[in-house]
């Protein structure tokens, strides 16, 4: 290996550990709409159904985001497009 491979790599290490802060993101939105939801059914507990179904539909959403910072980071770190 020389300079240029080992800075690719190095720089690849980077690339994917900032990626996986993408998770961190999505992390605190879903324990907050967690948390609004509970203090909803809290209020009303007839409508414990449409607060949870509406809830799980948005974090599921949140969660593409650090989906797809832990896929950059797997394709950065093991897929090597730049060495030859």
């Given at each position: 290996m020389n300079f240029d491979e080992n800075f690719i790599l190095g720089c690849s290490a980077i690339g994917a550990g900032l990626a996986v802060i993408a998770g961190i993101g999505p992390g605190v939105g879903q324990g907050i709409a967690a948390g609004h939801a509970a203090a909803a059914v809290g209020r009303n507990p007839g409508a414990k159904?449409?607060?949870?179904?509406?809830?799980?539909?948005g974090q599921a959403v949140a969660e593409t985001t650090g989906?797809?910072?832990?896929?950059?980071?797997?394709l950065l770190l093991f897929v090597k497009p730049l060495l030859w």
């Amino acid at each position: 290996m020389n300079f240029d491979e080992n800075f690719i790599l190095g720089c690849s290490a980077i690339g994917a550990g900032l990626a996986v802060i993408a998770g961190i993101g999505p992390g605190v939105g879903q324990g907050i709409a967690a948390g609004h939801a509970a203090a909803a059914v809290g209020r009303n507990p007839g409508a414990k159904s449409d607060i949870t179904t509406t809830m799980i539909t948005g974090q599921a959403v949140a969660e593409t985001t650090g989906l797809y910072g832990l896929l950059v980071a797997i394709l950065l770190l093991f897929v090597k497009p730049l060495l030859w």
